[in-house]
């Protein structure tokens, strides 16, 4: 059901609205978790790298496919906090046509690209076959992501966390059984897990989309509603392209890390390649904070709320602080165990390596946890040319430690990458969001005299 997050306690709102996402997130890790497991476990370390490999370049394309569909949706989420039904379906309308079109582009653009790319990023010779096998399958069923992530952004806008989680565990369960079909039975090899995932993703968008239009009569779209206006797409593409490109920026800025940790060997793409998905199941808990974050902050500034606004900001921060302390604990003592969940019979310098990347990443998840929500608010509030700004940022400092740090201390300096990013852009979140709140404080304080003043005019007269 929808939900106005304009009303009741800030925290209360957040984390109730966090936690379906939360869930939800984590089971869009088991696809790619669940493939990397899977075909690790059954086809040989080199398939399992080569998977591992496309990370960063999967995360170019489908980081701007949910940095996008995430953009338009604070359009939508702002419409409804107004209470501004035309302008809700307008909107949704308007996401849809604009999210068509760039999928053809992007579909195009990245299934003929792919094999440059892995080639520019030096992916070993024994592993590149794998990667692009697997990776070209999931960009040219492109079209699947981008519906999901529309339909689930779309209801996430009107306060509906736990809809797109329904249909997102029924595909992760589906995604699961098709890796075993495709892999072990029909012997696809990573294509098969590639496959599993596109097909799941449709399933899981489809049948969130027909149940979204068919039960929220707010979204019952007619054919007016899909008249374009110029002015009313750019105002959704201004939030939303920045908002995608501030994510592919990062993506760039990964690849780099990536080229980097390829030169190390397969045993090193093997080792990051286990940490960093134990790293990304961990901080779901972050994602999610941050994600509710926006949708609160996107519904109460369209309703013109600053107080609340700022009010629940700081009190999702101090619980994403006390999420970070417990990731990082999670990640230091547990890395060994969740290691062996991808690599059969891990060697003892496998362990070592994956072991050292989640040390490291866990002693500066409380930086994270300042870029998620404070991003996140900056976000909602439509102010996205800062957060790619932030972008930017980050990949000078990812950039800088690829070339720096690796070079003189080797693959710890690459352990050392995101929390120097991280560091680096949550110094101008922290600035761009107090500095901004101060400015929206002001204006309030003038409206509400300017409102007294004509209350007291009127009652003279």
Known sequence: MVKNLTKGRPLKQILFF???????NVFQQLYSMVDNIIVGNTLGENAFAGVGATTSLAFLIIGFVQGLTAGFAVKTSQFFGNNDEEKVKSSVATSIVLS??????LTVVSVFTTMPILKVMQTPDEIITYSYDYIVVVFAGLGATMLYNLVSSILRALGDSKVPLL???????????????????FKMGVAGAGWATVISQ???????????????????????????SAKFCWEHLTIGLPMAIQYSIIAVGIMVQQAALNAFGTLYVSAYTAASKIDSIVTQALVAMGSAVATYVGQNYGAGEIDRINK???????????LALLGGIIVYFGSDLLTGLFIQNPSAQMLELSKK????????????AVIYIYRNALQGMGYSLVTTIG?????????????????FWGYLGLCLSNPC???????????????????????ARVCRNIKIIEKKRHAAA
């Not at 899981?204 to 707010?218: T, W």
């Not at 990347?357 to 994270?368: D, H, T």
């Open 18 to 24: 966090a936690l379906p996402i939360f869930i939800g």
């Open 167 to 185: 249909f997102l565990i029924m595909a992760s369960v589906i995604n699961v059984g098709l890796d075993l079909l495709f892999i072990m039975v």
């Open 202 to 228: 449709l399933i899981s968008g489809v049948a969130c989309a027909i149940y979204m239009f068919k039960r929220y009569q707010i979204l019952r779209l007619s054919r007016r509603h899909f008249k374009m």
């Open 391 to 407: 972008g930017f940022v980050e990949l000078g400092m990812r950039i800088m430690a690829a070339f720096l740090l690796v070079k």
């Open 421 to 443: 990013a991280w560091l680096g852009v949550d110094v101008l979140y922290l600035i761009g969001y107090y500095a901004l709140i101060r400015v929206k404080y002001k204006k």
């Open 357 to 368: 990347y989640l040390f490291w990443q866990g002693v500066f998840y409380i930086g994270l």
């Open 100 to 105: 068509a079109a760039l999928t053809l582009i």
């Open 312 to 322: 629940g900001v700081n009190q999702a921060m101090i619980v994403s602080v006390v």
